[in-house]
T-cell receptor, first 115, second 113 residues
Framework: EAGVTQFPSHSVIEKGQTVTLRCDPI?????LYWYRRVMGKEIKFLLH????????ESGMPNNRFLAERTGGTYSTLKVQPAELEDSGVYFC?????????????FGSGTRLTVV | GNSVTQMEGPVTLSEEAFLTINCTYTATGYPSLFWYVQYPGEGLQLLLKATKADDKGSNKGFEATYRKETTSFHLEKGSVQVSDSAVYFC????????????FGKGTLLTVNP
């Protein structure tokens, strides 16, 4: 089966601009997760979708971040306006309906640099 | 809350050397413990896991034992290869949020021929 795909792999934008990251999960995976690794720090959970519904968005840092998953397929994570501290690697993962981490498949991440 | 502390890198070893990457944790509740690996240009992959005290997870020659008394889950390999060069992350989940991983900062391992 195809893996989790993230677009773009790299993005460099200026402070104040908008960026949209995309994640295509494995077909049939109802659960989709976003994580972020800021340079030199831990990978941190951002949010969890079950199909198109947000189940847990406790990790979203502030209201400049908007995640959507229309139709329960791919997901987007928009940052508007971007700030310097948003730089990092954004990971997406998906899993089957059981939803535990054992079934996670991660994408290779999007490296975002805000200058 | 939950947290994971792992050995700061980078770690540079020669091929066939012994590897240890230390990991300790704090958790509310009884955690499951994991090691993930990220090879260059790839996504995170589950390397091994342990779900209860004294369990040993193993895969690809790597091992880690769940030590409840020391709240540790150190990763070891007896003889590393160049192909083991990657970033290694220790992580945990706890019962009520078993879909949500708490990670350490990661340790970059470079193995030279």
């Amino acid at each position: 089966e195809a893996g989790v795909t993230q677009f773009p792999s790299h993005s460099v934008i200026e402070k104040g601009q908008t960026v949209t990251l995309r994640c295509d999960p494995i077909s049939g995976h109802d659960n989709l997760y976003w994580y972020r690794r800021v340079m030199g720090k831990e990978i941190k959970f951002l949010l969890h979708f079950v199909k198109e519904s947000k189940q847990d968005e406790s990790g979203m840092p502030n209201n400049r971040f908007l995640a959507e998953r229309t139709g329960g397929t791919y997901s987007t994570l928009k940052v508007q306006p971007a700030e310097l501290e948003d730089s990092g690697v954004y990971f997406c993962a998906s899993s089957r309906p059981t939803g535990t981490v054992d079934g996670y498949t991660f994408g290779s991440g999007t490296r975002l640099t805000v200058v | 809350g939950n947290s994971v502390t792992q050995m700061e890198g980078p770690v540079t070893l020669s091929e066939e050397a012994f590897l240890t990457i230390n990991c300790t944790y704090t958790a509310t509740g009884y955690p499951s413990l994991f090691w993930y690996v990220q090879y260059p240009g790839e996504g995170l992959q589950l390397l091994l896991k342990a779900t209860k005290a004294d369990d040993k997870g193993s895969n690809k020659g790597f091992e880690a034992t769940y030590r409840k008394e020391t709240t540790s889950f150190h990763l070891e390999k007896g003889s590393v290869q160049v192909s083991d060069s990657a970033v290694y992350f220790c992580a945990l989940t706890t019962g009520g949020s078993n879909y949500k991983l708490t990670f350490g900062k990661g340790t970059l391992l470079t193995v030279n021929p």
